[in-house]
């Protein structure tokens, strides 16, 4: 409804992996969405239909959801700006007070900081019978495009939580974007949050697991289908059986690991204004090598293998803090690489600012996928 009020018009429904649990979209019902750098890889996902139209200049933004990167990480797979808003900035109703138990967010991918920006003026507020209202922001968005956000400290990790190792480009690339904003006048400095990484991702496996059984029951029941095989990918069939026998206790417990590992976040940006990682450890993957219909994964490797791969964002999902992957590096061969930026609750305005800071000193316009609807 916001984006129509907008003015936007839209023109096509896009490809998203099986229920959005997974960081590729290859669903086997509409087969590969193919990455316009290299169509030998990965667009990301979930929301990789988007970013592929997007970063093939087709459309010049498109709608996208978040729930453990699922903008960021087709932002960075694909060379665009990917905003996942503070957790109450962009409603998400009717339908929910709480997609995936408070991990999902809403807005979508862009080309440049200007129309990320101009997006989330467009959509954000709150809407009526919304759970919780959070801080309005000091001004418009748009106005932040020009602001200096003045001297942050601003915190710099290259290595992965989950202990899996990161491309050397990645990491490169990440510590590049540290002097550059050193350069601007930030304190940049070594440091991270501490959490329990195995905790965190058996966290997510009842909450996600819980959604997939709600969500595929309710359109199961619409369509008069029996979810199984015949309809179902295998690791979303699995978490969806797993998801049924989830407890309350069971996901209430996860739900106070996502509370811990928020209070140790929240109290990490007391000492700092950003953090800044990599959006993901390594290039766009390979086709096929984020396989949802593996059916020797059990739900807990599926998640490990999944949140391995983009152990970077799914972080900020937890604390519902806003996060940003801005393309601000490439490979030797030419492919992206996403750098983020996460900040504390509600500071949308400061990520902007920082990142037209960094679109102007290394700007990315020019960079073209080869194939983009200019050669079609």
């Known amino acids: 409804t916001r984006f129509r009020a907008a003015g936007l018009a839209a023109v096509a429904v896009t490809t998203t992996p099986e229920f959005a649990f997974n960081g590729n979209t290859e669903p086997v019902a509409q087969g590969s969405t193919r990455n316009p750098w290299d169509t030998e890889r ?35 797979a694909n060379g665009l700006v990917g905003l996942k808003p503070s957790r109450g900035r962009v409603p998400v109703g009717p339908d929910s007070s709480e997609p995936l138990s408070g991990l999902g967010a809403e807005l979508g991918l862009a080309r440049s900081v200007r129309d990320c920006a101009a997006l989330l003026d467009a959509v954000s507020g709150p809407a009526p019978g919304d759970k919780y209202v959070i801080r309005d922001p000091s001004r418009p968005y748009t106005d932040e495009i020009n602001r200096s956000p003045g001297r942050l400290r601003i915190a710099i990790h290259t290595q992965s939580w989950s202990g899996d190792p990161v491309n ?12 550059v904003l050193e350069g601007l006048g930030h304190h940049v400095i070594p440091d991270t949050p501490v959490f329990d990484w195995d905790q965190f991702v058996e966290a ?16 199961a029941g619409a369509f008069g289908v029996t979810p199984g095989p015949e309809n179902l990918e295998a690791t ?18 996860a739900l106070a690991v996502f509370n811990q590992v928020s209070r140790t976040v929240g109290t990490f940006f007391t000492n700092y204004d ?3 990682t990599p959006t993901l450890g390594e290039p766009p993957q390979l086709l096929g090598e984020l396989d949802s219909n ?23 999902n937890a604390t519902g803090g806003p996060a940003i992957s801005l393309p601000l590096g490439s490979t030797r061969s030419g492919l992206p690489i996403g750098v983020q930026l996460a900040a504390p ?32």
């Open 168 to 179: 050397i480009e990645v990491a490169n690339a990440v510590s590049s974007v540290g002097t």
């Open 274 to 276: 950003l953090l800044l």
């Open 236 to 253: 979303t069939l699995a978490c969806v059986e797993y998801g049924r026998r989830v407890t309350a206790i069971q996901l209430a417990g």
């Open 204 to 219: 997510n496996l009842p909450v996600w697991s819980v959604s997939l059984a709600e969500g595929v029951d309710a359109l």
């Open 294 to 316: 593996d059916a020797s994964l059990s739900p807990s490797e599926w998640t490990r293998k999944l949140f391995g791969i983009c152990s970077f964002t799914p972080l900020f």
């Open 42 to 76: 990965s667009a990301g996902g979930s929301s990789g239909g988007s970013a592929a139209l997007v970063a093939a200049r087709a459309l010049p933004i498109a709608h996208a959801t978040d729930g453990g990167g699922s903008i960021r990480i087709p932002a960075s």
């Open 345 to 376: 609750m509600c500071e949308e305005g400061t990520l902007i600012a920082v990142a037209s800071q960094l679109e102007k000193v290394v700007p990315w316009a020019h960079r073209i996928p080869k194939v983009n609807a200019g050669e079609c």
